[in-house]
Protein backbone atom coordinates (compact mmCIF):
# COMPACT_ATOMS: atom_id res chain seq x y z
CA UNK A 1 0.00 0.00 0.00
CA UNK A 2 1.06 3.88 -1.08
CA UNK A 3 2.68 5.50 2.09
CA UNK A 4 0.32 8.34 3.54
CA UNK A 5 1.49 11.80 2.36
CA UNK A 6 1.85 14.76 4.68
CA UNK A 7 2.74 18.11 3.63
CA UNK A 8 4.05 20.32 6.29
CA UNK A 9 4.00 24.04 5.49
CA UNK A 10 6.98 25.49 7.71
CA UNK A 11 8.16 22.59 7.64
CA UNK A 12 11.86 23.70 7.99
CA UNK A 13 10.80 26.14 10.96
CA UNK A 14 11.75 25.17 14.25
CA UNK A 15 8.37 22.95 15.22
CA UNK A 16 7.64 22.39 11.49
CA UNK A 17 11.40 20.51 11.55
CA UNK A 18 10.48 18.27 14.29
CA UNK A 19 6.94 17.80 13.29
CA UNK A 20 8.82 16.71 9.65
CA UNK A 21 10.65 13.91 11.90
CA UNK A 22 7.80 12.88 13.69
CA UNK A 23 5.76 12.00 10.21
CA UNK A 24 8.70 10.01 8.69
CA UNK A 25 8.62 8.11 11.98
CA UNK A 26 4.72 7.91 11.61
CA UNK A 27 5.51 6.40 8.12
CA UNK A 28 4.85 9.08 6.09
CA UNK A 29 6.33 10.81 3.07
CA UNK A 30 6.26 14.19 4.00
CA UNK A 31 6.47 17.31 1.53
CA UNK A 32 7.43 20.77 3.49
CA UNK A 33 6.78 23.92 1.74
CA UNK A 34 8.86 26.85 3.36
CA UNK A 35 10.15 30.29 1.39
CA UNK A 36 13.26 30.16 4.47
CA UNK A 37 12.03 33.66 6.29
CA UNK A 38 12.62 32.44 9.35
CA UNK A 39 12.73 28.85 8.78
CA UNK A 40 16.45 27.08 7.48
CA UNK A 41 17.86 24.46 5.44
CA UNK A 42 20.22 23.39 8.69
CA UNK A 43 16.65 22.04 10.15
CA UNK A 44 15.78 19.69 7.44
CA UNK A 45 19.44 19.20 6.27
CA UNK A 46 19.55 15.78 8.26
CA UNK A 47 16.71 14.85 5.68
CA UNK A 48 18.02 15.57 2.50
CA UNK A 49 19.03 12.69 1.10
CA UNK A 50 16.00 10.88 2.46
CA UNK A 51 13.77 9.86 -0.41
CA UNK A 52 10.64 9.87 1.64
CA UNK A 53 11.25 13.65 1.97
CA UNK A 54 11.46 17.36 -0.28
CA UNK A 55 11.66 20.93 0.50
CA UNK A 56 9.50 22.50 -1.57
CA UNK A 57 11.25 25.79 -1.55
CA UNK A 58 8.76 28.34 -2.10
CA UNK A 59 5.41 31.07 -0.15
CA UNK A 60 2.70 29.34 0.75
CA UNK A 61 0.73 32.50 0.17
CA UNK A 62 0.87 31.91 -3.15
CA UNK A 63 -1.26 29.12 -5.14
CA UNK A 64 0.29 26.55 -5.71
CA UNK A 65 -0.31 22.39 -6.23
CA UNK A 66 1.83 19.82 -4.74
CA UNK A 67 0.02 17.22 -5.87
CA UNK A 68 -1.95 14.64 -4.00
CA UNK A 69 -1.98 14.34 -0.09
CA UNK A 70 -3.53 12.94 2.82
CA UNK A 71 -2.66 15.12 5.20
CA UNK A 72 -2.05 19.02 5.37
CA UNK A 73 -0.44 20.76 8.93
CA UNK A 74 -0.36 24.60 8.46
CA UNK A 75 2.91 25.52 10.20
CA UNK A 76 4.40 28.52 8.42
CA UNK A 77 4.12 31.70 10.01
CA UNK A 78 7.16 34.07 11.86
CA UNK A 79 6.76 33.17 15.63
CA UNK A 80 9.18 34.17 17.87
CA UNK A 81 7.90 38.03 18.69
CA UNK A 82 11.34 39.55 17.31
CA UNK A 83 10.59 37.68 14.06
CA UNK A 84 6.82 38.85 13.38
CA UNK A 85 7.17 42.24 14.24
CA UNK A 86 9.92 42.45 12.09
CA UNK A 87 8.01 41.05 9.62
CA UNK A 88 4.55 42.16 10.18
CA UNK A 89 3.16 42.47 6.68
CA UNK A 90 4.31 38.34 5.86
CA UNK A 91 2.97 37.91 8.85
CA UNK A 92 -0.29 38.54 8.45
CA UNK A 93 -0.24 37.35 4.92
CA UNK A 94 0.54 34.07 5.87
CA UNK A 95 -2.67 34.03 8.45
CA UNK A 96 -4.79 34.90 5.66
CA UNK A 97 -3.79 34.21 2.27
CA UNK A 98 -1.37 31.24 3.27
CA UNK A 99 -4.29 29.54 5.50
CA UNK A 100 -6.83 30.39 2.78
CA UNK A 101 -4.41 28.68 0.32
CA UNK A 102 -3.28 25.53 2.71
CA UNK A 103 -6.82 24.50 3.23
CA UNK A 104 -7.37 25.08 -0.56
CA UNK A 105 -4.85 22.11 -0.63
CA UNK A 106 -6.87 20.58 2.01
CA UNK A 107 -10.07 20.89 0.20
CA UNK A 108 -9.02 19.91 -3.12
CA UNK A 109 -7.57 16.57 -2.12
CA UNK A 110 -9.96 15.60 0.66
CA UNK A 111 -6.94 15.61 3.08
CA UNK A 112 -7.03 16.07 6.83
CA UNK A 113 -5.82 19.50 7.76
CA UNK A 114 -4.30 20.46 11.03
CA UNK A 115 -2.89 23.70 11.72
CA UNK A 116 -0.63 25.41 14.61
CA UNK A 117 -2.39 28.24 16.52
CA UNK A 118 -0.85 29.36 19.77
CA UNK A 119 -1.83 31.24 23.33
CA UNK A 120 -1.66 34.30 21.67
CA UNK A 121 -5.08 34.04 20.82
CA UNK A 122 -5.48 34.99 24.52
CA UNK A 123 -3.81 37.72 24.45
CA UNK A 124 -2.75 39.34 27.73
CA UNK A 125 -5.46 36.76 29.65
CA UNK A 126 -7.72 37.93 32.26
CA UNK A 127 -8.44 34.22 33.07
CA UNK A 128 -6.07 31.98 34.58
CA UNK A 129 -4.86 29.29 33.46
CA UNK A 130 -5.93 29.49 30.03
CA UNK A 131 -8.97 26.92 28.91
CA UNK A 132 -9.67 26.42 25.09
CA UNK A 133 -13.34 28.24 26.12
CA UNK A 134 -11.92 31.45 26.83
CA UNK A 135 -11.80 34.54 24.07
CA UNK A 136 -9.15 35.97 24.83
CA UNK A 137 -7.84 39.75 25.88
CA UNK A 138 -6.21 41.16 22.65
CA UNK A 139 -5.09 44.61 21.71
CA UNK A 140 -5.87 44.57 17.81
CA UNK A 141 -3.62 47.16 17.13
CA UNK A 142 -0.75 46.98 19.15
CA UNK A 143 2.94 45.57 17.80
CA UNK A 144 2.00 42.14 18.85
CA UNK A 145 -1.42 41.82 17.05
CA UNK A 146 0.09 41.38 13.23
CA UNK A 147 0.67 37.76 14.93
CA UNK A 148 -1.90 37.38 17.40
CA UNK A 149 -4.41 38.99 14.90
CA UNK A 150 -3.18 37.13 12.34
CA UNK A 151 -3.74 33.66 14.38
CA UNK A 152 -6.88 34.46 15.35
CA UNK A 153 -8.32 34.98 11.73
CA UNK A 154 -6.71 31.38 11.16
CA UNK A 155 -8.67 30.29 13.48
CA UNK A 156 -11.53 31.72 12.00
CA UNK A 157 -11.20 30.86 8.22
CA UNK A 158 -10.39 27.26 9.50
CA UNK A 159 -13.56 26.79 10.98
CA UNK A 160 -15.43 28.52 8.69
CA UNK A 161 -13.75 25.83 5.97
CA UNK A 162 -15.04 23.11 8.23
CA UNK A 163 -18.60 24.36 8.34
CA UNK A 164 -19.04 25.56 4.96
CA UNK A 165 -16.73 22.98 2.70
CA UNK A 166 -16.53 20.23 5.09
CA UNK A 167 -12.87 20.16 5.53
CA UNK A 168 -11.62 17.35 8.25
CA UNK A 169 -9.75 20.25 10.56
CA UNK A 170 -8.27 20.53 14.07
CA UNK A 171 -6.52 23.39 15.68
CA UNK A 172 -3.76 23.50 18.38
CA UNK A 173 -3.02 25.88 20.23
CA UNK A 174 0.98 26.36 21.33
CA UNK A 175 2.22 27.67 24.23
CA UNK A 176 5.86 28.47 24.61
CA UNK A 177 7.91 25.53 23.29
CA UNK A 178 11.74 25.27 23.40
CA UNK A 179 14.65 23.41 22.46
CA UNK A 180 17.15 21.99 19.81
CA UNK A 181 16.83 24.04 16.06
CA UNK A 182 15.12 27.29 17.81
CA UNK A 183 17.00 30.23 16.07
CA UNK A 184 19.43 31.41 19.00
CA UNK A 185 18.86 35.19 17.59
CA UNK A 186 15.28 34.95 17.02
CA UNK A 187 14.75 36.76 20.45
CA UNK A 188 12.85 34.47 22.26
CA UNK A 189 13.29 34.00 26.21
CA UNK A 190 15.03 30.36 25.95
CA UNK A 191 17.49 31.40 23.01
CA UNK A 192 18.19 34.50 24.72
CA UNK A 193 18.98 33.47 27.70
CA UNK A 194 20.71 30.11 26.70
CA UNK A 195 23.32 32.09 24.28
CA UNK A 196 23.88 35.02 27.24
CA UNK A 197 24.61 32.16 30.06
CA UNK A 198 26.58 30.79 27.41
CA UNK A 199 28.69 33.53 26.26
CA UNK A 200 29.63 34.76 29.94
CA UNK A 201 26.99 38.22 28.84
CA UNK A 202 24.72 39.60 31.48
CA UNK A 203 20.89 37.70 31.06
CA UNK A 204 18.46 40.10 29.62
CA UNK A 205 14.86 40.07 32.50
CA UNK A 206 12.44 42.13 30.84
CA UNK A 207 10.54 44.32 33.64
CA UNK A 208 10.95 42.62 36.67
CA UNK A 209 10.62 39.16 35.67
CA UNK A 210 7.59 38.65 37.31
CA UNK A 211 5.65 37.83 34.30
CA UNK A 212 5.35 34.05 34.15
CA UNK A 213 5.29 31.67 30.94
CA UNK A 214 5.03 27.74 31.12
CA UNK A 215 7.70 26.37 28.51
CA UNK A 216 6.86 22.80 26.50
CA UNK A 217 9.89 20.86 25.40
CA UNK A 218 9.40 20.04 21.91
CA UNK A 219 9.35 16.40 21.86
CA UNK A 220 6.14 16.68 24.45
CA UNK A 221 4.87 19.30 22.23
CA UNK A 222 5.44 17.23 19.01
CA UNK A 223 3.30 14.39 20.93
CA UNK A 224 0.30 16.30 21.85
CA UNK A 225 0.21 17.37 18.15
CA UNK A 226 0.46 13.58 16.54
CA UNK A 227 -1.98 12.47 19.15
CA UNK A 228 -4.77 15.51 17.98
CA UNK A 229 -3.40 14.64 14.21
CA UNK A 230 -5.09 11.05 15.09
CA UNK A 231 -8.22 12.46 16.93
CA UNK A 232 -11.22 13.84 15.13
CA UNK A 233 -11.28 17.06 17.78
CA UNK A 234 -11.79 20.04 15.58
CA UNK A 235 -12.85 22.48 18.17
CA UNK A 236 -8.82 24.30 19.66
CA UNK A 237 -6.83 22.02 21.43
CA UNK A 238 -3.87 23.54 24.37
CA UNK A 239 -0.82 21.61 24.36
CA UNK A 240 1.35 22.95 26.76
CA UNK A 241 3.50 22.60 29.69
CA UNK A 242 0.97 23.62 32.49
CA UNK A 243 4.01 23.94 35.05
CA UNK A 244 4.61 28.11 35.55
CA UNK A 245 7.50 30.11 35.73
CA UNK A 246 7.96 33.52 36.23
CA UNK A 247 11.11 34.94 34.02
CA UNK A 248 13.45 35.36 36.64
CA UNK A 249 13.12 31.56 37.62
CA UNK A 250 13.40 30.78 34.07
CA UNK A 251 17.03 32.60 34.47
CA UNK A 252 17.94 31.00 37.29
CA UNK A 253 17.13 27.70 35.68
CA UNK A 254 19.22 28.50 32.69
CA UNK A 255 22.13 29.89 34.69
CA UNK A 256 22.20 26.46 36.75
CA UNK A 257 22.07 24.46 33.70
CA UNK A 258 24.73 25.95 31.90
CA UNK A 259 26.41 26.59 34.89
CA UNK A 260 27.22 30.02 34.32
CA UNK A 261 27.99 33.48 36.41
CA UNK A 262 26.52 35.72 33.92
CA UNK A 263 24.49 38.13 35.98
CA UNK A 264 21.20 39.70 35.72
CA UNK A 265 20.21 42.77 34.03
CA UNK A 266 16.76 44.30 34.07
CA UNK A 267 15.54 45.99 30.91
CA UNK A 268 12.42 47.68 29.98
CA UNK A 269 8.98 45.25 29.38
CA UNK A 270 8.31 45.10 25.69
CA UNK A 271 4.69 46.57 25.08
CA UNK A 272 1.64 44.53 25.71
CA UNK A 273 4.06 41.68 26.91
CA UNK A 274 1.66 39.29 28.57
CA UNK A 275 1.41 39.04 32.45
CA UNK A 276 0.89 35.45 33.05
CA UNK A 277 0.55 32.39 30.59
CA UNK A 278 -0.39 28.48 31.64
CA UNK A 279 -2.23 26.14 29.67
CA UNK A 280 -5.21 24.45 31.23
CA UNK A 281 -4.46 20.98 29.61
CA UNK A 282 -7.62 18.62 31.33
CA UNK A 283 -9.11 18.72 27.32
CA UNK A 284 -5.91 17.47 26.18
CA UNK A 285 -5.30 14.99 28.83
CA UNK A 286 -9.16 13.77 28.83
CA UNK A 287 -9.77 13.52 24.87
CA UNK A 288 -5.79 12.63 23.93
CA UNK A 289 -4.15 10.89 27.04
CA UNK A 290 -1.58 13.71 26.69
CA UNK A 291 1.01 15.13 29.69
CA UNK A 292 4.26 16.76 28.94
CA UNK A 293 6.72 14.32 30.61
CA UNK A 294 10.29 16.96 30.81
CA UNK A 295 10.25 19.42 33.59
CA UNK A 296 12.12 23.06 32.46
CA UNK A 297 15.62 21.66 33.86
CA UNK A 298 15.59 18.88 32.32
CA UNK A 299 14.36 20.33 29.20
CA UNK A 300 17.16 22.85 29.42
CA UNK A 301 19.94 20.49 29.66
CA UNK A 302 18.65 18.57 26.57
CA UNK A 303 18.95 21.35 24.79
CA UNK A 304 22.29 22.78 26.02
CA UNK A 305 24.82 20.81 23.52
CA UNK A 306 22.48 22.48 20.61
CA UNK A 307 23.09 25.91 21.85
CA UNK A 308 26.83 25.61 23.10
CA UNK A 309 27.14 24.73 19.16
CA UNK A 310 24.87 27.40 17.71
CA UNK A 311 26.81 29.77 20.14
CA UNK A 312 30.25 28.54 18.25
CA UNK A 313 29.10 28.78 15.39
CA UNK A 314 27.94 32.56 15.56
CA UNK A 315 31.14 33.75 17.01
CA UNK A 316 33.31 31.84 14.03
N1 LIG B 1 11.94 37.97 27.86
C1 LIG B 1 12.95 38.44 28.71
N2 LIG B 1 14.21 38.52 28.21
C2 LIG B 1 14.55 38.17 26.95
C3 LIG B 1 13.53 37.69 26.09
C4 LIG B 1 12.23 37.62 26.57
O1 LIG B 1 12.70 38.77 29.88
O2 LIG B 1 15.74 38.28 26.60
C5 LIG B 1 10.57 37.84 28.38
C6 LIG B 1 9.49 38.52 27.55
O3 LIG B 1 9.35 39.86 27.93
C7 LIG B 1 8.27 37.67 27.89
C8 LIG B 1 8.84 36.29 28.13
O4 LIG B 1 10.23 36.47 28.38
O5 LIG B 1 7.67 38.12 29.06
C9 LIG B 1 8.68 35.33 26.97
O6 LIG B 1 9.11 35.98 25.82
P1 LIG B 1 9.26 35.27 24.41
O7 LIG B 1 9.75 36.30 23.45
O8 LIG B 1 10.07 34.03 24.55
O9 LIG B 1 7.80 34.78 24.02
P2 LIG B 1 6.29 35.29 24.27
O10 LIG B 1 5.73 34.36 25.26
O11 LIG B 1 6.30 36.71 24.79
O12 LIG B 1 5.67 35.20 22.92
Same mark, same amino acid.
Given at each position: MAKPRALVTGGAGFLGSHLCDALLGEGYTVAAVD? /? /????RANIEHLRKDPRFELIERDINEPFDCGHVDYVFHFACPASPVDYMTHGIPTLKTGSFGTFQALEIARRYNAKYLVSST? *??? &??? /? *????? *?TYWGNVN?? &??RSVYDEAKRFTEAVTMAYRRYHNVDTRIVRIFNTYGPRMQINDGRVVPNFMKQAICGEDLTVYGEGSQTRSFCYVSDEIDGFLRLSRSTEFMPVNIGNPTEFTILECAKAVLKVAGSKSAIRYEPLPTDDPKQRRPDITKARQLLGWEPKIGLEEGLRLSLDYFKNEALQEKA
Open positions: N /L /LTGRS *ECY &GDP /L *EHPQK *EPI &GP
